[in-house]
């Protein structure tokens, strides 16, 4: 009889694991919208967030105005991520967040880029000859209507007084990693993209930085949706604190906490 009980105890033990292991695994996955520019380092930080939670991650990585646009049809996001201010804005305006889960969280630089075997060599500043090195080929960055790395890159030249001699020279890609791999691929003689970018290729390199002052701060906002689920929130938590500070600075990102 004794040995029925411990086998008994010893069975009812493993079940109640079994469920609770089940319960982990059964919880719903957390959906996160992300600028493109992110994709490494969030791929990154999901596992480990994961790891630690046993709550999955599913990521959609595209152009900020696209994913604020997907998420205004309704589409089923918990968090949105956004490499500018202004798609968060565009989603805050029609109700879409949460307002109080709204919070800055990373900066970037931008940057000139050319094949890694390019001899193109320019130094940015005011009325410097981009036009002139681009030759017969075209400039590749995010497509300045809507895509935020375009918007910046627009500012920026247009602030060095030389948008007017390349606008009609631009490859308007649907995302940072699109205008990227038009010059990894060589289809691009010159990009403009984000410096994280640029680390994570090796077949680019970056021909030089652009001034900070010639557009506005690169920011990076992330906010909950206004469906999200209970377990978006310590997602977000996870990458604002020490995990996702360590994860953005080895990708480059500066955090702006």
């Known amino acids: 009889m004794k040995n029925f009980r411990k086998v008994g105890l010893i069975l009812w033990l493993t079940l109640l694991g079994s469920a609770s292991f089940a319960a982990d695994a059964d919880q719903p996955p957390i959906t996160v919208f992300a600028a493109a520019s992110l994709t490494n380092a969030l791929q990154e930080l999901g596992d480990g967030f ?3 939670t046993s709550i999955p991650v599913r990521f959609s990585f595209a152009a900020s105005s696209a994913l604020a646009r997907q998420i205004e049809n309704g589409a089923p996001a918990d968090v949105f991520f956004s490499a500018d201010l202004e798609w968060m804005d565009y989603l805050q305006t029609r109700n879409l967040i949460q307002r109080g889960s709204r919070h800055d969280v990373l900066g970037n630089r931008l940057v000139l880029i ?14 410097f000859p981009l036009a002139k090195a681009l030759g017969t080929g075209r400039l590749a960055t995010g497509d300045p209507d809507s895509v935020p790395v375009g ?3 627009r500012e920026a030249l247009t602030t060095l007084g030389i948008w007017n001699e390349v606008a009609d020279r631009m490859v308007r890609a649907d995302s940072v990693r699109s205008a ?5 691929r060589g289809e691009a003689p010159l990009g403009i993209v984000y410096e994280t970018d640029a680390l994570i290729d090796k077949r680019v390199r970056v021909v030089d930085v652009f001034p900070a002052n010639s557009h506005l701060p690169i920011v990076y906002p992330i ?9 978006a929130a310590k997602f977000v938590a996870y990458i604002r ?13 500066t955090p702006v906490h």
Request: aromatic share 10%; hydrophobic share 40%.
């Open 180 to 184: 990227l791999a038009f010059v990894d």
């Open 223 to 231: 906010a909950l949706t206004s469906a999200a689920k209970p377990n």
């Open 50 to 52: 994961t790891k630690q």
């Open 241 to 253: 604190g020490p995990a996702g500070d360590a994860a953005f600075k080895t990708y480059g990102f």
């Open 151 to 153: 918007r910046y890159a």
């Open 114 to 127: 050319a094949p890694a075997d390019s001899k193109i060599d320019l130094k940015i500043g005011p009325r």
